[in-house]
Protein backbone atom coordinates (compact mmCIF):
# COMPACT_ATOMS: atom_id res chain seq x y z
CA UNK A 1 0.00 0.00 0.00
CA UNK A 2 1.50 3.62 -1.01
CA UNK A 3 2.37 5.85 1.83
CA UNK A 4 0.10 8.95 2.08
CA UNK A 5 0.51 11.88 4.00
CA UNK A 6 0.23 12.19 7.96
CA UNK A 7 -2.89 12.95 9.77
CA UNK A 8 -3.33 13.34 13.45
CA UNK A 9 -6.63 11.95 15.13
CA UNK A 10 -7.90 13.36 18.44
CA UNK A 11 -10.35 11.90 20.27
CA UNK A 12 -11.73 12.44 23.63
CA UNK A 13 -10.13 8.96 25.32
CA UNK A 14 -8.38 6.17 24.21
CA UNK A 15 -8.60 3.31 23.75
CA UNK A 16 -12.45 3.20 24.60
CA UNK A 17 -14.90 -0.49 24.54
CA UNK A 18 -17.56 1.82 23.78
CA UNK A 19 -15.79 2.96 20.88
CA UNK A 20 -14.67 0.27 18.74
CA UNK A 21 -16.12 2.24 16.02
CA UNK A 22 -13.42 4.40 15.75
CA UNK A 23 -10.55 2.02 16.75
CA UNK A 24 -11.90 0.46 13.32
CA UNK A 25 -11.81 2.98 11.35
CA UNK A 26 -8.04 4.28 12.76
CA UNK A 27 -7.06 0.83 11.85
CA UNK A 28 -8.17 0.66 8.57
CA UNK A 29 -7.09 4.06 7.27
CA UNK A 30 -3.62 2.70 8.65
CA UNK A 31 -3.89 -0.29 6.24
CA UNK A 32 -4.80 2.57 3.33
CA UNK A 33 -1.39 4.03 3.67
CA UNK A 34 -2.19 6.48 6.38
CA UNK A 35 0.23 7.47 8.83
CA UNK A 36 -2.21 8.17 11.63
CA UNK A 37 -1.08 10.06 15.06
CA UNK A 38 -3.14 9.68 17.74
CA UNK A 39 -3.57 12.28 20.51
CA UNK A 40 -6.17 12.13 23.13
CA UNK A 41 -7.76 14.12 25.79
CA UNK A 42 -8.65 11.54 28.36
CA UNK A 43 -6.32 8.18 29.69
CA UNK A 44 -8.57 4.83 29.23
CA UNK A 45 -10.66 3.73 31.78
CA UNK A 46 -11.76 0.49 31.00
CA UNK A 47 -10.16 -2.45 32.30
CA UNK A 48 -9.76 -4.28 29.51
CA UNK A 49 -8.25 -3.70 25.86
CA UNK A 50 -10.33 -4.39 22.60
CA UNK A 51 -8.28 -6.62 19.94
CA UNK A 52 -8.52 -3.93 17.19
CA UNK A 53 -6.48 -1.79 19.67
CA UNK A 54 -3.64 -4.42 19.63
CA UNK A 55 -3.60 -3.86 15.84
CA UNK A 56 -2.77 -0.37 15.38
CA UNK A 57 0.39 0.62 15.26
CA UNK A 58 0.21 4.32 16.32
CA UNK A 59 1.04 4.98 19.63
CA UNK A 60 -1.54 7.55 21.87
CA UNK A 61 -0.18 11.17 22.80
CA UNK A 62 -2.20 12.19 26.04
CA UNK A 63 -3.06 15.75 26.46
CA UNK A 64 -3.55 16.77 30.07
CA UNK A 65 -6.92 16.03 31.06
CA UNK A 66 -6.73 18.64 33.85
CA UNK A 67 -4.08 21.66 33.27
CA UNK A 68 -2.53 21.60 37.01
CA UNK A 69 -1.92 17.99 36.29
CA UNK A 70 1.38 19.07 33.41
CA UNK A 71 1.66 22.90 34.51
CA UNK A 72 5.37 22.63 32.29
CA UNK A 73 3.54 21.31 29.07
CA UNK A 74 1.10 23.82 29.67
CA UNK A 75 3.75 26.93 29.94
CA UNK A 76 5.85 25.95 27.38
CA UNK A 77 2.17 25.28 25.18
CA UNK A 78 1.65 28.93 26.20
CA UNK A 79 5.01 30.61 25.36
CA UNK A 80 5.34 29.41 22.02
CA UNK A 81 2.04 30.77 21.12
CA UNK A 82 3.15 34.12 21.84
CA UNK A 83 5.09 33.72 18.97
CA UNK A 84 2.87 31.97 15.98
CA UNK A 85 1.30 34.22 13.39
CA UNK A 86 -2.47 32.50 14.29
CA UNK A 87 -1.73 33.80 18.11
CA UNK A 88 -4.06 37.00 17.95
CA UNK A 89 -6.31 35.17 16.20
CA UNK A 90 -6.61 31.95 18.28
CA UNK A 91 -7.39 34.76 21.15
CA UNK A 92 -10.13 36.34 19.48
CA UNK A 93 -12.28 33.67 18.64
CA UNK A 94 -11.29 31.88 22.25
CA UNK A 95 -12.84 35.14 24.00
CA UNK A 96 -16.12 35.32 21.87
CA UNK A 97 -16.47 31.20 23.40
CA UNK A 98 -15.44 31.95 26.54
CA UNK A 99 -18.09 35.37 26.68
CA UNK A 100 -20.79 32.41 25.71
CA UNK A 101 -19.48 29.59 27.66
CA UNK A 102 -17.77 31.12 30.71
CA UNK A 103 -16.65 28.15 32.29
CA UNK A 104 -13.48 26.23 33.69
CA UNK A 105 -13.76 23.58 31.00
CA UNK A 106 -13.69 26.47 28.19
CA UNK A 107 -9.97 27.34 29.68
CA UNK A 108 -9.21 23.86 29.78
CA UNK A 109 -9.91 23.29 25.76
CA UNK A 110 -7.67 26.23 25.18
CA UNK A 111 -4.56 24.96 27.55
CA UNK A 112 -5.10 21.57 25.63
CA UNK A 113 -5.10 22.93 22.59
CA UNK A 114 -1.69 25.04 23.33
CA UNK A 115 0.03 21.47 24.49
CA UNK A 116 -0.71 20.38 21.02
CA UNK A 117 -0.07 22.83 18.53
CA UNK A 118 3.41 23.05 20.57
CA UNK A 119 3.88 19.00 20.03
CA UNK A 120 2.35 18.20 17.56
CA UNK A 121 4.40 16.86 14.58
CA UNK A 122 5.53 19.73 12.10
CA UNK A 123 4.86 17.30 9.12
CA UNK A 124 0.72 16.92 9.86
CA UNK A 125 -0.65 19.33 8.38
CA UNK A 126 -4.45 18.09 8.55
CA UNK A 127 -6.15 16.65 12.30
CA UNK A 128 -9.22 15.01 11.99
CA UNK A 129 -11.60 14.70 15.72
CA UNK A 130 -14.25 12.62 16.60
CA UNK A 131 -16.90 14.59 18.01
CA UNK A 132 -18.06 17.86 17.58
CA UNK A 133 -18.42 19.03 21.43
CA UNK A 134 -15.07 19.29 23.29
CA UNK A 135 -12.26 17.61 21.25
CA UNK A 136 -13.54 19.52 18.29
CA UNK A 137 -13.06 22.84 20.55
CA UNK A 138 -9.69 21.85 21.17
CA UNK A 139 -8.84 20.66 17.23
CA UNK A 140 -10.61 24.28 16.34
CA UNK A 141 -8.36 26.08 18.71
CA UNK A 142 -5.34 24.23 17.57
CA UNK A 143 -5.63 24.61 14.28
CA UNK A 144 -6.17 28.29 14.27
CA UNK A 145 -3.30 28.69 16.28
CA UNK A 146 -0.86 26.84 13.51
CA UNK A 147 -2.75 27.19 10.58
CA UNK A 148 -3.48 23.09 9.99
CA UNK A 149 -6.79 22.36 8.60
CA UNK A 150 -8.97 20.04 10.59
CA UNK A 151 -11.79 17.81 9.66
CA UNK A 152 -14.93 16.25 12.01
CA UNK A 153 -16.64 12.85 12.54
CA UNK A 154 -20.13 13.53 14.83
CA UNK A 155 -21.64 10.85 16.38
CA UNK A 156 -24.50 11.43 18.67
CA UNK A 157 -23.97 12.87 21.94
CA UNK A 158 -21.90 15.50 20.33
CA UNK A 159 -24.68 16.88 17.86
CA UNK A 160 -27.74 16.83 20.18
CA UNK A 161 -26.11 18.43 23.09
CA UNK A 162 -23.52 21.09 21.41
CA UNK A 163 -25.36 24.52 21.81
CA UNK A 164 -26.23 25.71 17.76
CA UNK A 165 -23.70 28.41 17.93
CA UNK A 166 -21.02 26.58 18.26
CA UNK A 167 -21.67 23.86 16.20
CA UNK A 168 -22.54 26.15 13.59
CA UNK A 169 -19.29 27.90 13.82
CA UNK A 170 -17.12 24.78 13.81
CA UNK A 171 -18.77 23.41 10.92
CA UNK A 172 -17.75 26.71 9.40
CA UNK A 173 -14.41 26.70 9.86
CA UNK A 174 -13.61 23.38 9.30
CA UNK A 175 -12.45 21.26 5.78
CA UNK A 176 -15.82 19.24 5.78
CA UNK A 177 -17.43 16.70 8.83
CA UNK A 178 -19.17 13.68 8.37
CA UNK A 179 -21.14 11.66 10.74
CA UNK A 180 -23.43 8.58 10.73
CA UNK A 181 -26.91 8.66 10.62
CA UNK A 182 -29.43 10.46 8.39
CA UNK A 183 -31.19 12.78 11.12
CA UNK A 184 -27.53 13.97 12.24
CA UNK A 185 -26.62 14.62 8.18
CA UNK A 186 -29.87 16.57 8.46
CA UNK A 187 -30.05 18.49 11.52
CA UNK A 188 -25.93 19.56 10.55
CA UNK A 189 -26.42 20.71 7.23
CA UNK A 190 -28.63 23.03 8.45
CA UNK A 191 -26.33 24.97 10.29
CA UNK A 192 -23.39 24.19 6.89
CA UNK A 193 -22.25 28.04 5.49
CA UNK A 194 -24.77 29.30 2.94
CA UNK A 195 -24.91 27.73 0.30
CA UNK A 196 -22.22 24.36 1.22
CA UNK A 197 -24.81 21.66 2.51
CA UNK A 198 -22.45 19.56 1.10
CA UNK A 199 -19.78 20.11 3.65
CA UNK A 200 -21.16 17.57 5.60
CA UNK A 201 -21.76 13.92 4.42
CA UNK A 202 -23.01 10.78 5.63
CA UNK A 203 -20.76 7.98 6.41
CA UNK A 204 -21.93 5.23 8.29
CA UNK A 205 -19.36 3.16 10.34
CA UNK A 206 -20.56 -0.29 9.10
CA UNK A 207 -18.68 -3.37 10.28
CA UNK A 208 -15.48 -5.13 9.27
CA UNK A 209 -16.72 -8.09 9.01
CA UNK A 210 -13.72 -10.15 8.45
CA UNK A 211 -13.85 -9.91 12.58
CA UNK A 212 -17.18 -11.53 12.94
CA UNK A 213 -17.71 -15.24 12.69
CA UNK A 214 -20.07 -16.79 10.83
CA UNK A 215 -23.68 -16.84 13.01
CA UNK A 216 -24.22 -20.44 14.35
CA UNK A 217 -25.76 -22.46 11.91
CA UNK A 218 -28.26 -23.62 14.16
CA UNK A 219 -29.98 -21.98 17.31
CA UNK A 220 -32.06 -24.11 19.59
CA UNK A 221 -36.01 -23.56 19.16
CA UNK A 222 -36.58 -22.25 22.75
CA UNK A 223 -40.19 -20.86 22.81
CA UNK A 224 -40.15 -19.71 26.82
CA UNK A 225 -42.67 -22.54 27.92
CA UNK A 226 -39.60 -24.79 29.30
CA UNK A 227 -38.06 -23.47 32.76
CA UNK A 228 -34.79 -25.54 32.37
CA UNK A 229 -34.59 -23.70 28.45
CA UNK A 230 -35.41 -19.71 29.17
CA UNK A 231 -34.80 -18.28 26.06
CA UNK A 232 -31.30 -16.31 26.27
CA UNK A 233 -31.89 -12.58 25.45
CA UNK A 234 -28.62 -10.25 25.36
CA UNK A 235 -28.00 -6.62 25.80
CA UNK A 236 -24.93 -4.51 25.59
CA UNK A 237 -24.53 -0.55 26.51
CA UNK A 238 -22.91 1.58 28.98
CA UNK A 239 -25.62 1.70 31.88
CA UNK A 240 -27.14 5.43 30.73
CA UNK A 241 -30.31 6.89 30.70
CA UNK A 242 -30.33 6.84 26.54
CA UNK A 243 -29.59 2.95 26.34
CA UNK A 244 -33.15 2.64 28.00
CA UNK A 245 -32.24 -0.14 30.05
CA UNK A 246 -34.40 1.48 32.87
CA UNK A 247 -37.74 1.09 30.17
CA UNK A 248 -36.31 -2.63 29.48
CA UNK A 249 -36.51 -4.38 33.02
CA UNK A 250 -39.75 -2.55 33.25
CA UNK A 251 -40.87 -4.62 30.00
CA UNK A 252 -39.26 -7.63 31.27
CA UNK A 253 -41.49 -7.43 34.76
CA UNK A 254 -44.65 -6.82 32.56
CA UNK A 255 -44.16 -10.00 31.00
CA UNK A 256 -46.54 -13.26 31.83
CA UNK A 257 -45.53 -15.55 34.32
CA UNK A 258 -45.49 -18.48 32.80
CA UNK A 259 -42.82 -17.25 29.66
CA UNK A 260 -39.14 -18.08 30.83
CA UNK A 261 -36.54 -16.13 29.76
CA UNK A 262 -32.91 -14.40 30.53
CA UNK A 263 -31.09 -11.75 30.18
CA UNK A 264 -27.19 -10.81 30.06
CA UNK A 265 -26.19 -7.31 30.06
CA UNK A 266 -22.64 -6.51 28.77
CA UNK A 267 -20.95 -2.82 29.74
CA UNK A 268 -20.39 -0.56 33.03
CA UNK A 269 -21.95 2.52 33.31
CA UNK A 270 -22.95 5.27 36.20
CA UNK A 271 -26.67 3.56 36.02
CA UNK A 272 -25.90 -0.13 36.98
CA UNK A 273 -26.33 0.37 40.80
CA UNK A 274 -29.50 1.64 40.48
CA UNK A 275 -30.32 -0.86 37.41
CA UNK A 276 -29.67 -3.54 39.68
CA UNK A 277 -31.72 -2.25 41.93
CA UNK A 278 -34.70 -1.50 40.06
CA UNK A 279 -34.49 -5.40 39.25
CA UNK A 280 -34.81 -6.45 42.64
CA UNK A 281 -37.58 -3.97 43.61
CA UNK A 282 -38.91 -5.72 40.38
CA UNK A 283 -38.43 -9.83 41.43
CA UNK A 284 -36.00 -9.70 38.57
CA UNK A 285 -32.53 -10.06 40.04
CA UNK A 286 -32.18 -14.26 39.39
CA UNK A 287 -33.11 -13.59 35.70
CA UNK A 288 -30.80 -11.47 34.98
CA UNK A 289 -26.60 -11.73 34.94
CA UNK A 290 -24.56 -8.07 34.95
CA UNK A 291 -20.97 -9.47 33.43
CA UNK A 292 -19.93 -5.85 33.11
CA UNK A 293 -16.70 -4.39 30.54
CA UNK A 294 -16.24 -7.12 28.48
CA UNK A 295 -13.58 -8.24 25.64
CA UNK A 296 -14.75 -8.71 22.16
CA UNK A 297 -14.37 -12.10 22.31
CA UNK A 298 -16.55 -12.21 25.38
CA UNK A 299 -18.82 -9.77 23.73
CA UNK A 300 -18.99 -12.18 20.64
CA UNK A 301 -19.31 -15.19 22.61
CA UNK A 302 -22.83 -13.84 24.32
CA UNK A 303 -24.32 -12.90 21.03
CA UNK A 304 -23.71 -16.30 19.41
CA UNK A 305 -25.43 -17.94 23.03
CA UNK A 306 -28.36 -15.68 22.95
CA UNK A 307 -31.73 -16.16 20.86
CA UNK A 308 -32.30 -12.33 20.66
CA UNK A 309 -30.84 -8.71 21.18
CA UNK A 310 -32.81 -6.15 22.41
CA UNK A 311 -31.66 -2.35 23.29
CA UNK A 312 -34.64 0.08 24.15
CA UNK A 313 -32.85 3.48 23.28
CA UNK A 314 -34.78 6.93 23.88
CA UNK A 315 -33.45 10.54 24.88
CA UNK A 316 -31.09 11.01 27.83
CA UNK A 317 -29.92 13.68 29.95
CA UNK A 318 -29.71 17.17 28.11
CA UNK A 319 -31.06 15.54 24.86
CA UNK A 320 -28.03 12.98 24.51
CA UNK A 321 -29.19 10.21 22.57
CA UNK A 322 -27.48 7.91 20.15
CA UNK A 323 -26.83 7.75 16.75
CA UNK A 324 -26.89 4.23 15.18
CA UNK A 325 -25.15 1.61 17.65
CA UNK A 326 -23.06 -0.23 16.48
CA UNK A 327 -23.64 -3.18 18.93
CA UNK A 328 -26.98 -3.58 16.93
CA UNK A 329 -24.76 -4.11 13.52
CA UNK A 330 -22.64 -6.81 15.94
CA UNK A 331 -25.69 -8.46 16.96
CA UNK A 332 -26.69 -8.66 13.41
CA UNK A 333 -23.81 -10.36 12.28
CA UNK A 334 -24.26 -13.55 14.49
CA UNK A 335 -27.74 -13.47 13.40
CA UNK A 336 -29.89 -11.95 16.48
CA UNK A 337 -32.96 -10.51 15.59
CA UNK A 338 -33.23 -7.26 17.46
CA UNK A 339 -36.13 -5.64 19.70
CA UNK A 340 -35.41 -1.77 19.71
CA UNK A 341 -37.25 1.38 19.41
CA UNK A 342 -38.06 3.76 16.29
CA UNK A 343 -35.50 6.44 17.62
CA UNK A 344 -32.39 7.92 16.57
CA UNK A 345 -30.71 6.18 13.62
CA UNK A 346 -32.16 2.59 14.72
CA UNK A 347 -34.82 2.61 12.30
CA UNK A 348 -31.79 3.07 9.42
CA UNK A 349 -30.60 -0.05 10.19
CA UNK A 350 -33.77 -2.17 11.70
CA UNK A 351 -37.30 -2.24 9.70
CA UNK A 352 -39.90 -3.38 11.93
CA UNK A 353 -41.15 -6.97 11.15
CA UNK A 354 -38.25 -7.20 8.78
CA UNK A 355 -34.52 -7.33 10.56
CA UNK A 356 -36.81 -6.58 14.23
CA UNK A 357 -39.33 -5.05 15.90
CA UNK A 358 -39.34 -1.76 16.40
CA UNK A 359 -41.80 0.22 19.59
CA UNK A 360 -42.08 3.98 20.44
CA UNK A 361 -39.05 4.83 22.81
CA UNK A 362 -40.25 5.14 26.37
CA UNK A 363 -43.10 2.85 26.53
CA UNK A 364 -42.44 -0.28 28.37
CA UNK A 365 -45.81 -1.96 27.47
CA UNK A 366 -45.49 -1.88 23.90
CA UNK A 367 -41.38 -3.10 24.21
CA UNK A 368 -42.93 -6.54 26.57
CA UNK A 369 -45.48 -7.04 24.00
CA UNK A 370 -42.48 -7.14 21.43
CA UNK A 371 -40.23 -8.91 23.48
CA UNK A 372 -43.23 -11.59 23.97
CA UNK A 373 -43.65 -12.36 20.68
CA UNK A 374 -40.08 -12.86 19.90
CA UNK A 375 -39.47 -15.16 23.20
CA UNK A 376 -42.32 -17.34 22.28
CA UNK A 377 -41.69 -17.40 18.45
CA UNK A 378 -38.74 -19.33 17.68
CA UNK A 379 -39.77 -19.72 13.40
CA UNK A 380 -40.00 -15.46 13.71
CA UNK A 381 -36.94 -14.97 15.45
CA UNK A 382 -35.20 -16.95 12.99
CA UNK A 383 -36.87 -14.81 10.31
CA UNK A 384 -36.08 -11.70 11.73
CA UNK A 385 -32.11 -12.51 12.03
CA UNK A 386 -31.29 -14.03 9.05
CA UNK A 387 -32.46 -10.86 7.38
CA UNK A 388 -30.65 -8.60 9.99
CA UNK A 389 -27.52 -10.69 8.81
CA UNK A 390 -27.66 -10.52 5.22
CA UNK A 391 -29.22 -6.06 5.66
CA UNK A 392 -25.58 -5.78 7.62
CA UNK A 393 -23.50 -7.41 5.03
CA UNK A 394 -25.06 -6.42 2.17
CA UNK A 395 -25.92 -2.33 3.09
CA UNK A 396 -24.25 -1.34 5.73
CA UNK A 397 -20.17 -1.67 4.12
CA UNK A 398 -17.61 -0.86 6.34
CA UNK A 399 -15.23 -0.63 2.92
CA UNK A 400 -17.27 1.84 1.43
CA UNK A 401 -17.24 4.15 4.36
CA UNK A 402 -13.19 3.69 4.25
CA UNK A 403 -13.26 4.77 0.47
CA UNK A 404 -15.03 7.87 1.33
CA UNK A 405 -12.88 8.55 4.10
CA UNK A 406 -9.38 8.42 1.95
CA UNK A 407 -10.96 10.57 -0.58
CA UNK A 408 -11.64 13.16 1.71
CA UNK A 409 -8.48 12.84 3.35
CA UNK A 410 -6.31 12.77 0.04
CA UNK A 411 -8.39 15.71 -1.27
CA UNK A 412 -7.32 18.38 1.63
CA UNK A 413 -4.10 17.06 1.71
CA UNK A 414 -3.46 17.47 -1.85
CA UNK A 415 -4.98 21.21 -1.48
CA UNK A 416 -2.94 21.95 1.70
CA UNK A 417 0.49 21.11 -0.12
CA UNK A 418 -0.76 22.67 -3.74
Request: charged share 25%.
Amino acid sequence: MPSRSPIAVVVKGYPRLSETFISQEILALEKAGFDIEIWSLRHPTDGAVHMLNRQIRAKPVYLPEYLYQAPGRVLLGALGALARPGFLKLMGVFLRDLGRDFTANRGRRLGQALVMARELDPAIRHIHVHYLHTPASVVRYAALLTGRSFSFSAHAKDIWTTTDWEKREKIAASAWGVTCTRAGVETLRELAPPGEPDRVGLVYHGLDLTRFPEPPQHRPARDGSDAATPVELVTVGRAVAKKGFDDLLEALACLPAGLHWRLTHIGTGELRVDLKAQAERLGLADRITWRGALAQDDVIAALRAADLFVLPCKEGEAGDRDGLPNVIMEAATQGLPIASTRFAGVPEFVRDEQEGLLVPPNEPAALAQALARLIGNPALRARLGGAARRRVCEAFSFEAGIVELAARFDAVLAGRQS
